[in-house]
Each structure stands twice: as C-alpha cells, then as structure tokens.
C-alpha cells in the first residue's frame, strides 16, 4: 500500500481529465483489436456513442427500488422478457454480471435442497467450469465436486453419474466454457438431472448472447438452452456478446419457484419494507439503461450481422495457427473463443514477443488464449503475421504467468 490520501483541496476537472488521460496511454488499445479478452468490441460507432448517451443519462438512477424510476423498471423488465424469448426460459432476473448470476442459482439451489431437508447441498461440475461456481460454494456454504474433463476438454456425462448421491442438488455444464470453447453435453447432463430430481444450471455467460445467431448462421450448436428438458436454470452476460457495457447479465428460470428462492424480503426494521430480487442492494441505473439499448440498437439483424463479422474472424484465426508449424489449437472448439499452443515452441517466450508487439493475449496453463470480437476481423492478418514472426523467433521465455482476474487490496 502506497500513502495516498485525500487531496486536502479537490483539484479541476480540466487538470484531472489530463491526468487520467496521460495515465490511459499505457492501458490496452482495445479499440483496435489489440485485445482478446475482458472487452467484446463491437466496432460500431453508433452502438459506442448510444452507449456513452445513455450510461451517463442514467449514471444517478438508482435501481433499488425500480418502482421509483418507471423509466428502469420497463426496460428492465423488458431485457428480461426479451432474454425469456431468446432462450427459451419462464422467468427471470438481470443481475450485475456473470459471477452475480451464479451466484444466485447456487444460492436457489441451496435453499431449493434445504427445503428438501439437505443442510449440505452438493454441486456437481466439471473442471473446466467457470471459477465463480468455487466462489459461490465457498461463499455460500456448498460443496463442490469438481470432474476432470474429457479428452475433448468437454464435461463427460458418465463421470456426472457416478458423482451423483445423496446430497447432489445441482448439475453445471458450460456452454461453452471459458478455457477451451467448448459445449458440454448439455442433453446428457440434463438427462440426468431429470433422472435424478436434480437441477441443472447451463452457464452460458460467455455462449448465451451469441449462440443464437451462431446457430442461425448455419454453425453446428448441439442443444444448450431450454429447449433442453432437465434444464432448470441458464446464465448469460449481456456485457460480453450482448455488447453492452460492463455490469448487466440475465439468470433465466424454467419455473417460478425458483427464481423466487431469489428474492429477499424484510420489514424488522425501521425503515420500511425493505425487498430485493437479486444480492445487490443499490444498483446503479445505466447497466440496465445500456442493456436495453444495446439489444433494441442491434435487433437481431445487428446480433446476426455482428456474428458473421465474428466467425469470419474465427475462421481465418483457426486455419491461420493452424498453418503456422508447430502450433495446434486445443481441443476443437464450438465457438469463437479457444486455446493455441505447442507441444514444440515454449508459448510463453511467444507471448513475450506478441506484448512486446502490443497485442494482448492471456496465458493458460496449456497454451494463449483468444477470443474473438466482431473488431478483430480488420487485424487478422497483422495478428498471424506478428504470431509466425514470433513462433520462428524468440529468446527465452522470461515468465508471464498463467493469469485471469487479479486481486486490489
Ligand atoms: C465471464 C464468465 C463468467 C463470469 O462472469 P463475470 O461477468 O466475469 O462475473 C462465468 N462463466 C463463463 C463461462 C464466463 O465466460
């Protein structure tokens, strides 16, 4: 911890704005396509200027109680209502991001299962499941069973059977997951639920807000959503292939009774009847607000057009590493996002050279890692030129780590 403290006398917005503006030169240049995760770049000028209208239109509002600002309480029941249609749910809520709306449905999952007389609910996923199922048991008093992943770096069902027991109340399969792109095998794993009187969570934070058009498009999509039988609950960010901005996610229900697990009520105190439908208390107004105008901008012509430009990418990505000697990529990937290494070049000396060339790629334990933006259609080229440049030339690797999230304290 530095000394830092609070300036005794505030200093002029003229002089702070050229300050942050100095600081913001060393940050990723998302905006050119220099980065591969934590920004989806829409690359649409007039989604980027309604975006900045609109946040700071509503950047006051508080949504806490949405019966106080109308304006909110209608578009949010709208995004709601439009997730509802797009995969098939019954109900729903919107929440701050994807580890919020996990957490909500291992918290209904838990008390879904107290009610059922299990004071120590398991859930049941697959390695490969997004770090915020841990979190979730950690916080809220769950136990996880974690399962290897098959070699197709997809859950396998049959490990899932074998786990089940007394105390399992939930079964997670991704859609795809974060580190390989890869779709679990949602039926068999819903089958099973169904099977067992279990419920089944499809994270589909990453997948949910593309796999629609994907499909669409004519890509091959196993089944995933609600259309599913056995699926119970689905999560799905609107601030990553939603394009809007960060702090907006929809957890989808199939039946009633669980989403309102969700909702907290308390009057024991003097301030009045306090209610809340998700774990934040305040929330701010403007993720709902860019939510709302992210998808009316788009419709699903925009969602569709943005699409092509991100498989295209894709494609063009995938058969240029491909080509590049020595390098494959993992597994065989269902979506727009996957991992590239090497059993012969040391990857992490690759991405030494690639940040020193200005682009910004995460390192896994298996290899770099990509995810395609519609924005990144324009760097395909330089990006596979730069990445054949670096594969045929590099010193020693001097040891980036195998990093995602970081820790301010
Ligand atoms: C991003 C992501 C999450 C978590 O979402 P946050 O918005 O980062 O909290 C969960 N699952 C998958 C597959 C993700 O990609």
Redesign the pocket.
């Known amino acids: 911890m530095g000394d830092m403290r609070i300036p005794r006398t505030g200093r002029s917005a003229d002089e702070l704005l050229t300050e942050i503006g100095e600081l913001r030169k060393g940050d990723i240049d998302w905006r050119h396509g220099r980065a591969f995760s934590l920004v989806y770049n829409a690359d649409d000028p007039e989604l980027d200027e309604l975006l900045h209208t609109v946040g700071s239109m509503f950047l006051h509002e508080n949504a806490l109680n949405p019966f106080r600002y109308r304006t909110l309480l209608k578009m949010e029941t709208e995004v709601i209502e439009m997730a509802v249609g797009l995969f098939g749910a019954g109900c729903g809520s919107m929440s701050s991001?994807?580890?919020?709306?996990?957490f909500l449905a291992v918290q209904t999952a838990r008390d879904h299962a107290r009610a059922r007389g299990i004071e120590r609910p398991q859930l049941v996923c697959t390695d490969t499941a997004?770090p915020?199922f841990a979190k979730a048991c950690h916080y809220l008093d769950v136990e996880m069973v974690r399962l290897d992943h098959g070699p197709d770096g997809r859950a396998v069902p049959e490990r899932y059977a074998e786990a089940i027991g007394d105390r399992t109340t939930i079964l997670v399969a991704?859609s795809?997951?974060?580190p390989f792109g890869v779709i679990d095998p949602v039926s068999d794993i819903a089958g099973l639920a169904l099977e067992h009187d279990l419920l089944c969570h499809v994270?589909a934070?990453?997948?949910g807000w593309i796999l629609p058009w994907w499909e669409r498009l004519g890509q091959p999509v196993p089944p995933w959503d609600f259309r599913v039988p056995g699926v119970t609950s689905l999560?799905a960010?609107i601030?990553?292939y939603g394009y809007t901005f960060k702090g907006a996610?929809v957890l989808l229900y199939r039946a009633r009774d669980l989403l309102q697990r969700q909702v907290f009520m308390y009057d024991s105190w003097p301030g009045g009847l306090y209610a809340s439908s998700s774990s934040a208390g305040t929330r701010s107004g403007a993720p709902i607000a860019g939510a709302w105008s992210a998808i009316n901008h788009l419709g699903e012509e925009g969602y569709l057009r943005l699409t092509s430009r991100v498989l295209d990418a894709t494609t063009r990505l995938r058969s240029g590493i491909t080509a590049i000697d020595g390098l494959r990529i993992t597994f065989d990937p269902d979506l727009s996002l996957f991992e590239f290494g090497s059993d012969t070049v040391d990857m992490n000396a690759v991405c030494d050279v690639m940040d020193n060339r200005g682009w910004n790629l995460d390192r896994q334990q298996g290899g770099l890692h990509l995810m395609v933006s519609p924005g990144h259609d324009r760097i395909v080229d330089k990006f596979l030129g730069d990445l054949a440049a670096a594969v045929a030339d590099h010193g020693e690797a001097f040891g980036g780590d195998h990093v995602y999230g970081g820790i301010v304290i």
């Open positions: 991001g994807g580890t919020e709306s996990i997004h915020a991704s795809p997951c974060y994270d934070c990453l997948g999560s960010d601030h990553k996610s």
